[in-house]
């Protein structure tokens, strides 16, 4: 469904939109950086406390921005790497990635390596450097999503094309208003930035302090009858906040005729976008056209007046080349023009992990001394970079079914916090160097198969599993055990129990293995 809106802001500024403002507030990562730094009066900190992964490297090439010095490059063979972030619960966040190659990978890896990033749950998109590297530029992925819990991961990930090891130069997390895109319901969809222009404009890129949330305006011209101005327009407030200086320039024209823009530049894969048009004229006479994309009316009888006006659609749906037309109408005493705009791809959300379960995980990554490397972000989403070991349900509750770590020459101990996933059927765990008691698993009212053999699992078994009316294998032999084998295990209808080579008491001997 499409949804557009007409914004004619006649009110008082809302925001101060002064250079005296304070950056926004959020996380600038330096990736690869040793110490923190202040560059144009920003400061950047070190990424290392918020990633346990991956290694710093220093860029050989001079690069334009100290930024671009570092990165942080993964271990390709590790299917995704994840940074942790505190957020603020309930609040929007501008996230923006930055990738410099730097040949980092060596001279047998001239080109960058094709790789995916991942917020919470959520596939954002394919990083593809290869042209702008080419080039001699970074390249920028920016969007805005909300913050769902009290810490946001972002995560590197190979794919099928990763040939080498992925990496990143920089990454910040920056909180945006709340009137920012709201009509985009950021619980069920994120925001990725796909073409932010200035038109007319062609100067250097506008950011902070013009925009106060550090958004990046690029300049966009064309060559035609049509020019840019830096008349001053008066422009209330917008939702969106977007800075004055972008009123200053415009493409357009006086003469009435059609203005035709292919805008965005590159080609769109299908599907639906957020658009926002933003304009403003303070010339003497009237300047009313019609708006179209791509041949279909997006809006009728825009009146661009001194005072602003944005005319935004939610869920747009494009697909390859994009061209935006403005036509002037029959009362409109002067031709179209346009000042800036704003295009992202709507994203569906995945959904995440139930938090209960996450904590647990977590929890239980505490106690190994040496978990599997991936164990960051989502456990279970997106479903291809799923935790190993971790098999998770499907539908709109999403919890851990199977745990399965066996042969992982894993050591540490088990968390008594696996008996909060109450959705687990089973627990693998065999064939490894797990110490100390095995915990109370009497929640685990689901669970099929326990395998815990060739462990150093000391202490006794707990009589609770005897009451788990689903249980048909519990694997113990091989541990330091000790005690009695619960007599509500021992003859228990349908269940496979082996505990052999333990150190069990002899006025209750161990079953024998089952055949």
């Known amino acids: 469904m499409r949804l557009l809106y007409l914004l004619l802001l006649l009110l008082p500024l809302l925001f101060t939109l002064s250079s005296s403002q304070t950056f926004p507030k959020g996380y600038s990562l330096n990736c690869g950086a040793l110490s923190g ?6 400061e950047w900190i070190s990424d290392s406390a918020y990633i346990s992964t991956g290694t710093p490297k220093n860029v050989t090439p001079s690069v334009l921005h100290p930024t671009l010095a570092t990165v942080r490059s993964f271990n390709y063979q590790v299917k995704k790497h994840c940074y942790s972030v505190p957020v603020y619960r309930g609040a929007k966040y501008l996230l923006r990635s930055t990738y410099f190659y730097g040949a980092v990978n060596g001279p047998d890896h001239p080109s960058p390596p094709v790789f995916v990033q991942i917020v919470d749950g959520t596939l954002w998109t394919v990083v593809n450097t290869t042209i702008d590297y080419a080039n001699g530029n970074s390249t920028l992925y920016e969007g805005v999503f909300l913050a769902q819990g009290k810490n946001m991961s972002f995560c590197i ?14 990454l910040e997390f920056l909180i945006v208003g709340g009137s920012l895109y709201n009509t985009t319901d950021f619980t069920k969809f994120g925001l990725s930035l796909v073409a932010r222009s200035s038109f007319g404009y062609s100067g250097s890129p506008i950011r902070y302090p013009d925009d106060q949330f550090d958004r990046i305006w690029e300049p966009y011209g064309q060559g035609n009858s049509t020019k840019g101005n830096t008349d001053n327009v008066s422009v209330s407030g917008f939702w969106n906040l977007p800075p004055l200086k972008i009123f200053e320039t415009h493409i357009g024209s006086d003469q009435l005729e059609s203005l035709e823009l292919r805008w965005p530049p590159a080609s769109l894969p299908s599907s639906k976008y957020y658009v926002a048009l933003y304009f403003a004229d303070d010339a003497a006479g009237s300047r009313i056209f019609n708006i179209s994309v791509n041949g279909i009316t997006y809006f009728r009888d ?18 390859g080349p994009t061209t935006v037309t403005l036509t002037p109408t029959a009362n409109s005493s002067l031709g179209p023009l346009i000042n800036a705009g704003e295009v992202f791809e709507v994203l569906s959300l995945g959904e995440r992990t139930l938090t209960r379960d996450v904590i647990a995980l977590e929890r239980i990554k505490k106690s190994l001394r040496n978990p ?10 997106p479903q ?4 190993t070991g971790i098999t998770c349900s499907t539908g709109p509750r999403i919890r851990v079914v199977t745990l399965n770590l066996t042969s992982m020459e894993l050591s540490g101990s088990l968390s008594p916090f696996v008996a909060n996933m109450t959705a687990l059927t089973n627990i693998w765990l065999g064939n490894n160097s797990l110490s100390g008691h095995i915990p109370d698993l009497g929640s685990l009212t689901l669970l099929e198969t326990l395998h815990l053999e060739d462990n150093q699992f000391d202490g006794e078994i707990p009589s609770s599993l005897g009451n788990i009316s689903t249980l048909h294998e519990v694997f113990l032999q091989n541990n330091n055990l000790t005690g009695q ?10 269940l496979n129990l ?18």
Do not use: E, H
């Open 384 to 387: 291809q970079y799923a935790w």
């Open 302 to 319: 825009l009146n661009a007046i001194s005072s602003g006006v944005v005319v935004f659609a939610n869920q747009w749906p494009l697909s």
């Open 157 to 170: 990930g190979s794919n099928n094309y990763t040939d080498s090891d992925p990496f990143i130069s920089a």
């Open 372 to 381: 599997p490397l991936d164990w960051n972000g989502d456990p279970c989403m």
């Open 485 to 494: 084998v619960p007599s509500n295990l021992i003859g228990k209808p349908g």
């Open 498 to 515: 082996r505990t052999s080579g333990n150190n069990f008491l002899s006025s209750a001997p161990a079953p024998a293995p089952a055949p």
């Open 37 to 42: 730094t202040k560059i144009d009066g920003r």
